[in-house]
């Protein structure tokens, strides 16, 4: 990728991503913007997105982190923990989309861990932290909600809700609990839930883009 395609990319951030989240300030335009280079030359070092797939980074990757802010809104103040965060994704793009919310990443990878926090660092989000940990060593009470991108089976992650997710406070839109974005069939996987769980088809919200015929968002309240 030369320096053209950069410029390409930073470009179809304004354009797609512009197109869904139209109000977003010049600090979060530039902060989104400078996210291509960054993964660019951090993934050259250490595969945190299939190379094959760097191309497309701002639709599979950075607007697909933002999907959820097209299905909810986030209160300020809000606790919100990314589960298997990897390279930062999905948290980065939606601490930027929700800066007035408090986002923590965990990855039990430390050079992703490095990856995540230099990113974040580069651009200034300061309501970002990254930590080295499983989410099994997390204490509880801390969070009102759970993300978290195709990391782990959905049993793992409303099991790991159900013992850290603080529900005293109610007031966002949707009740506390885990909000994980996934694709594929899913029938077997959330079979054991089919009466507590919400399954929600992107394409819905993001019509025109093929990318996201086959992805959804999976929201379990924790009760």
Known sequence: MNTRDLESMASEIREVIGRYFPNLSEKQ??????LPALYKEWNEKINVISRKDID?????????????????DFKPMTAILDVGTGGGLPGIPL???FPECQFTLIDSIGKKV????????????????????????????????????????????????E????????????????????G??????LKPFRKSIKEVELSTYLPDLPFFETKKIVYYPVR
Do not use: C
Request: glycine share 8%; aromatic share 4%; no cysteine.
């Open 56 to 72: 497309n980074l701002v639709v599979n990757h950075i607007l697909h982190s933002m999907s959820i802010g097209l299905y909810t």
């Open 95 to 97: 601490a930027i989309l």
């Open 29 to 34: 335009w530039e902060q989104l913007e400078a």
């Open 114 to 161: 490095k990856v995540a926090t230099s990113i974040k660092e580069a651009i200034g989000l300061g309501n970002a932290l990254v930590l080295q940990s499983r989410a099994e060593d997390i204490g509880a009470g801390f969070f009102d909600f759970i993300v978290s991108r195709a990391t782990m089976p959905m049993k793992n992650l409303v099991r790991i809700g």
């Open 163 to 182: 013992d850290i997710i603080d529900t005293s406070d109610q007031s966002n839109t949707l009740r506390n609990g885990v909000i994980a974005l996934k």
């Open 184 to 189: 594929g069939d899913l029938t077997e996987e």
